[in-house]
Nanobody
Framework: VQLQASGGGLVQAGGSLRLSCAAS????????MGWFRQAPGKEREFVAAISWSGGNTYYADSVKGRFTISRDNAKNTVYLQMNSLKPEDTAVYYC????????????????WGQGTLVTVSS
């Protein structure tokens, strides 16, 4: 599986962005998909994950109520809708695919995209 993240950019605090992650491969629909982020000087952290069917989602407390993860298996794409953005959301955002199930642990993910930069100005 190859993953290509896009949609990052510069936005003012309180604004919105939608990230997309396009996947290659016919087995996309069988993978849990996750979003992680890494801010400068910090470790990569979990943001959100969605099960292969889209029926289960999980969010980090820091984004709960503001971010929404979704997927379209027909388009081999997973999305992260980010609303009410804060300066502390500034980071490189990565999408990842996990064969084994819904997890927040980065080491469990099998494939990673290249990342897309989100910058939130105050």
């Amino acid at each position: 599986v190859q993953l290509q993240a896009s949609g990052g950019g510069l936005v003012q605090a309180g604004g919105s962005l939608r990230l997309s992650c396009a996947a290659s491969g016919r087995t996309f629909s069988r993978y849990t998909m996750g979003w992680f982020r890494q801010a400068p000087g910090k470790e990569r952290e979990f943001v959100a994950a969605i099960s292969w069917s889209g029926g289960n989602t999980y969010y980090a407390d820091s984004v709960k109520g503001r971010f929404t993860i979704s997927r379209d298996n027909a388009k081999n794409t997973v999305y992260l809708q980010m609303n009410s953005l804060k300066p502390e959301d500034t980071a490189v955002y990565y999408c990842a695919a996990d064969w084994n199930g819904l997890t927040v642990v980065a080491a469990n993910y099998d494939y990673w995209g290249q990342g897309t930069l989100v910058t939130v100005s105050s």
